[in-house]
Each structure stands twice: as structure tokens, then as C-alpha cells.
């Protein structure tokens, strides 16, 4: 009251057209409704939070983060469902007053390229990226497209996200991965990715493989295409070449000879094989019976 009947005494010295206008603002903003929404975690503890009635899901999640201290929560109504976007109304979220909300906690991952990050939650709908615009720094041109990520992984200069859907959204240097176009249309279903420094390697929920990025680096396995099938795993060592295991337990690999693209000479040893691990020009193969085939640079 005292606020109000200074501003009033203000408004009776000046120019009234205007300051009418703001002290019917001022007052409008003291008389808005509050509402008050109980939101909990899944163990009980929870707190009842209070905002004005036209407040957005944004702001009420971001009065939940600082509440609970936590930057990552997603908040999930009484009958299951989960507020997204941000700029909805309380009302049009059908956020009541007097609600009960669930918030979740969610794990943060990281991702990184050479010189730049990737900050995401799994099934989250923001991508935070920092560092070398040029090695995968800036998502914001695809910032749109990355909703419900569910993997994240990088080449040395751009990074490729599977979303819920099984399709796939890139970004960073096109040449090493960020310009997933050329291949688009096959990237569905896809089950996961592995990269090198300068390609990626996608396994569909059919058993085959797409690849893209530089073609010296793993981006081109059209010479194996007909082999890859059934795949169950695949790994990428850091200088350029990719090899997968398929069902039968045998290995397929593709991209630079010199750094475990090419695996003829031990072909024959490379039966029923259970993991595959790769450094940055070899790979190691553990077979069915514990022993271990390696190729690649020998150094």
C-alpha cells in the first residue's frame, strides 16, 4: 500500500495520460491470481511453488531448478504427461491451481569433438554446445531438430544425434561428418553410431550400416555394403577405419588399410568374435575361445 500510494502522489504531479497507464498496470500486476502447483520428486519430498497465473512452463520450470538446485528436471503431470514446451501458457499446459507434478531428475551426458562440447539429456529437447564453432561449437542451425536425443557421438570436427525415432540429426564440418544429407533418406531405424575423426558409421535396426563423412576415413563402406549384414557392433579406430562384427561371430572392415580398415591378413583367425576394441590405428578382436586377433599398424 505504501508502493501504491506513492506512485499515486507521483501521478498527480506529472503528466497523468501516461502514469495512468502504469499505475493500472502496477496494479493489475498486484491484483493477478497466484498459483500454487505442488511439484515432488518420485521419493516424496517435494515443495509447493507459487507464480501468476499467466506465467509459461518455462518460467515455472525455471523456478523449479532453482527451488531444488537442479539444472536439469523434467516436470511430468498427474496423468503422465510431460511439459515440453516451454513457451505454453500455464493454462494452455492445462497447469492448474492446485497441481500436483512429478519432477525428474535428468542425467546429463557429455560429447566432444576436438575442440568443442556437446551437454544433452537423454530424451531431452536442448542440445548445449560450446567451443570451435567450425568443430561442431554451434548447433543452432539444427537446434530445432534435436528433439527426445537419445545418443550423441563425434568425429573429430562435427557430431551426429539419434533421436528418438531412430533418425539422425548432424552438425560441425561437413566434410568430417556434419552434413549427413547425402545418405539421409537410408538414416531410419538407426540403433546406434560410431565415429572416427572423420566419419560416422550407423547400425539400422535391420543389421546394416550407413556411413558418411570423409570417404579416406571410414565415410565409404559401398565395397563391403553386401557384406554388412546382420551387424551387431561396430567400432572405429581414431585415424580412419571401421570394422563390424556380425551375427555369425565374423568381421567386416572398411575405410584406411594402414589403420585397421583392411583385416585380410588374419581373416581366416577371425572366427566367432565376441568384442572388438580399437586405439587410434589398430583394432583387437577377442574370439569365442579367449584368445585375442589384432591388426592394423603394428605400431
Known sequence: MIYIYMICIYIYNTNASYHECFLTRVLVRFSERMLRIHVSFPSGSGETLSL?????????????????????????SADGRV?????????????????????VVQQTKLAASTKAFALWCRGGSRMLTWGDPNFGGDCSTVQDQLQKVQQVEATGAAFA???????????????????CSAVQDQLRDVQQIQATNGAFAAVLGDGSVVAWGSPSR????????????NVQQVQGTNFGA???????GS??????????????????????????????GAFAAILGDGSVVAWGDPD
Open 251 to 280: 568381421i567386416v572392415t572398411w575405410g584406411d588399410p594402414d589403420d585397421g580398415g583392411d583385416c585380410s591378413a588374419v581373416q581366416d583367425q577371425l572366427r566367432n568374435v565376441r568384442q572388438i576394441q580399437a586405439t587410434d
Open 218 to 229: 571410414g565415410g565409404d563402406c559401398s565395397a563391403v555394403q553386401g557384406q554388412l549384414r
Open 161 to 179: 544425434a539419434i533421436l528418438a525415432d531412430g533418425s539422425v540429426v548432424t552438425w560441425g564440418d561437413p566434410l568430417l561428418g556434419g552434413d
Open 52 to 76: 501468476p497465473e499467466h506465467s509459461k512452463v518455462g518460467d515455472l520450470k525455471l523456478l523449479a531448478q532453482k527451488t531444488f538446485r537442479q539444472g536439469f528436471l523434467k516436470l511430468v
Open 242 to 248: 571401421f570394422a563390424a562384427i556380425l551375427a555369425n
Open 83 to 103: 511439459l515440453t514446451n516451454l513457451t505454453d501458457s500455464l493454462q494452455t499446459a492445462g497447469v492448474q491451481d492446485g497441481e500436483h507434478l512429478t519432477a
